[in-house]
């Protein structure tokens, strides 16, 4: 997947939580026509963004990435949360010490970023309410109790 070759943790775990959500967990039929190899790559990135052991293999990963990356910002606020409450009287010469979180990620700002990246951020708009997703849903994959066919999810991949 583009974000993590791009190691932009925060869109991999939005994209994931995404995927997970019940209006598309449920597209089973749809999710039979992907190549089996897309599942042995999605099986990569939900251990890579695994809460178990603390997000282990996140942190292995932030840690053996060098350069540009973008944090998963959920994790870290709430690293830093923690920090703040447990140590809020903490004097000493490490506080002074690097933050990874202030490197810049060159690419984005200065307009020469990836197009797509760009026009998925500023153009972008996801659907919050409930009921619209759970339509559309129904319009890419009926449930089997309508009769529906996997024309619709086809069609859907098409664009």
């Known amino acids: 997947m583009r974000w993590r070759e791009l190691n932009n943790y925060i869109s991999l775990g939005a994209v994931i939580a995404g995927i997970k959500s019940p209006a598309v967990g449920r597209l089973h039929a749809t999710r039979d026509l992907l190549p089996p190899d897309v599942g042995i790559d999605w099986l990569k990135l939900e251990i890579l963004m695994s809460s178990s052991r603390s997000h282990a293999a996140y ?34 010469a490490e506080r002074d010490g690097p933050r990874q979180l202030e490197m810049p990620y060159r690419g984005l700002g200065d307009g020469k970023g990836e197009p797509t990246i760009k026009e998925l951020l500023l153009e972008g708009r996801p659907e919050k309410d409930e009921d619209t997703l759970f339509t559309r849903n129904q319009q890419v994959e009926p449930s089997a109790d309508t009769g529906g066919t996997l024309d619709k999810s086809k069609e859907f991949f098409k664009r």
């Not at 060098?66 to 140590?87: F, K, V």
């Open 59 to 92: 942190r292995l990963a932030w840690d053996n990435t060098d350069g540009e990356r973008i944090a998963y910002l959920p994790l870290h606020l709430r690293g830093l949360a923690s920090a703040e409450q447990g140590n809020a009287t903490f004097i000493g």
